[in-house]
């Protein structure tokens, strides 16, 4: 979103600088929310009911209240889309949601309130150079992985030992040492062709695009294993990609001192059935 762009705060269109919140805002003081980010192609989206669906879990899991349905929110999707000129191209989109009410920790309220924040993107086109990241992933037993929800601190964490190293992003374990996710996508690899990637023991975010994917292999019948894997699994990895609704798929080039073909005919037959999907879906 451009300097003097436009959000949409509950339903309502404002100037980004002149939206407010109430300063005890619950998503600022604790993270207490959820959020989807996923891409409009000219106006179209991709797999949005997945989205939609996930965002309802979140909200369920937090035990929070919206009455928002999913054609209201997709309308001012397209309403800030097109407040933004971002119709006809490739965009990204935020909706948020947090809990209405004061501070603390007990709940005093299951309303909430949403923003929709949209933004130009330009698709990454290198290959990803990753590190391994000491941060871990959070345990599921601790805070449920199969949502969105608002607070990131460990991925920031994760994100800045990346940066420090000037990498791209974060390959993150889980607490007993078993291959998770990146900071912001889920992981693939092959090895004497065999595809490999983790399951949701492993305290990842199981992403739509990733659930795609799965279903190519499963169609195609490729040999494919869904598991815990010890890190070696990965590094030894003849190839690998990384995938979330934003880069769609894309190349690893290396992960600390391993090297990958981010050339390999599988991953580029990998994005060719993605491209081929996205361009039958997008038509209807």
């Not at 001192?257 to 050339?263: A, P």
Request: proline content about 2%; glycine content about 6%.
């Amino acid at each position: 979103m451009t300097d003097g762009g436009y959000i949409s705060l509950n339903g309502s269109l404002f100037k980004s600088g002149e939206a407010t919140v109430s300063p005890e805002n619950r998503a600022m003081m604790y993270g207490d929310g959820c959020f989807e980010t996923l891409k409009c192609y000219q106006g179209r989206f991709l797999k949005w009911n997945e989205h939609f669906s996930r965002l309802q879990r979140g909200l369920k899991y937090l035990e929070m209240q919206s009455t928002v349905s999913s054609s209201v929110l997709k309308n001012e999707v397209r309403e800030v889309l097109d407040a933004n000129n971002l119709m006809a191209e490739e965009a990204m989109v935020r909706i948020q949601f947090w809990r209405e009410g004061g501070r603390g920790y007990k709940i005093s309220s299951q309303k909430t309130a949403r923003m929709i924040q949209v933004s130009s993107y330009d698709r990454p086109k290198e290959p990803l150079d990753l590190i391994t990241a000491k941060t871990r992933c959070i345990p599921s037993e601790a805070l449920e992985r199969k949502h969105k929800l608002s607070n990131g601190l460990n991925y920031i964490k994760a994100a800045q030992e990346a940066e420090r190293q000037q990498k791209d992003d974060a390959l993150m374990l889980t607490v007993d040492g078993f291959v998770s996710e990146t900071t912001i996508a889920n992981l693939f690899w092959m090895k004497d062709g065999i595809i490999y990637t983790p399951s949701e023991e492993c305290d990842l975010l199981p992403g739509i695009t990733r659930n795609l994917i799965l279903s190519f292999l499963e169609e195609s019948g490729s040999n494919f294993e869904i598991g815990k894997f010890e890190p070696r699994s990965f590094y030894d990895a003849d190839s690998a990609f990384c995938t979330n609704s934003l880069i769609e798929i894309l190349e690893v080039k290396s992960i600390d001192n391993h090297q990958f073909d981010s050339e390999h005919d599988f991953v580029m037959q990998i994005k060719d059935s993605f491209l081929k999907f996205r361009e039958k879906a997008l038509k209807k």
